[in-house]
T-cell receptor, first 118, second 110 residues
Framework: SAVISQKPSRDICQRGTSLTIQCQVD?????MFWYRQQPGQSLTLIAT?????????ESGFVIDKFPISRPNLTFSTLTVSNMSPEDSSIYLC???????????????FGPGTRLTVL | EDQVTQSPEALRLQEGESSSLNCSYT??????LFWYRQDPGKGPEFLFT???AGEEKEKERLKATLTKKESFLHITAPKPEDSATYLC???????????FGTGTRLKVLA
């Protein structure tokens, strides 16, 4: 499976500021996703990061609040904009379908970014 | 509406005490069912993929099974290091997206 890293691993931010989270994969993958996991909760899909085009957002998530970039097959960023304390969560990227091998179905997750907004 | 429910929410076992975790689902069409383990402060770690009723997968003390309405994760003779949250996710036909259950927090006592 692919090795996935995220930066930063954690951050504490002030209300009204923005944070960009990076997701780097050690191999080329077709699909990349961004999730949010609020304290004590399960994972909620924010959006699918599409290479070379705009991300596909899930209901309740909008581009102005969570802009996403995906310039190539190994890298993506998620920005949390104009943050409020309600944005305090773990943000996770996941990938599926490493080119040249295996299933398109199984997702592998990064270690997560723990965000606290004061 | 597609839905995934896990039970119990939390489970405490003595070391060596076998048990099962349940993941029941209501979806329009199942493409695959996935089990993950998540340790505190970490991302989910992939365990198993199941595609069709009757399928079983095993890894060490864990065995996952699938029926048309639910999946079980059986833990045989658990050890304290098996303590984690176990997440179930369903992928529906025609999509690559996952629907996650709320997880089962497992604590194995020495």
């Amino acid at each position: 499976s692919a090795v996935i890293s995220q930066k930063p691993s954690r951050d504490i931010c002030q209300r009204g500021t923005s944070l960009t989270i990076q997701c780097q994969v050690d191999s080329q993958v077709t699909m990349m996703f961004w999730y949010r996991q609020q304290p004590g909760q399960s994972l909620t899909l924010i959006a699918t990061a599409n290479q070379g085009s705009e991300a596909t957002y899930e209901s309740g998530f909008v581009i102005d609040k969570f802009p996403i970039s995906r310039p190539n097959l190994t890298f993506s960023t998620l920005t949390v904009s104009n943050m409020s304390p309600e944005d305090s969560s773990i943000y996770l990227c996941s990938v599926a379908h490493t080119l040249g091998q295996g299933s398109t179905d199984t997702q592998y997750f990064g270690p997560g970014t723990r965000l606290t907004v004061l | 509406e597609d839905q995934v429910t896990q039970s119990p929410e939390a489970l405490r076992l003595q070391e060596g005490e076998s048990s099962s975790l349940n993941c029941s689902y209501t979806v329009s069409g199942l493409r695959g069912l996935f089990w993950y383990r998540q340790d505190p402060g970490k991302g989910p770690e992939f365990l198993f993929t199941l595609y069709s009723a009757g399928e079983e997968k095993e890894k060490e003390r864990l065995k996952a099974t699938l029926t048309k309405k639910e999946s079980f994760l059986h833990i045989t003779a658990p050890k304290p290091e098996d303590s984690a949250t176990y997440l179930c996710a369903v992928q529906t036909s025609g999509t690559y997206k996952y629907i996650f259950g709320t997880g089962t927090r497992l604590k194995v006592l020495a």
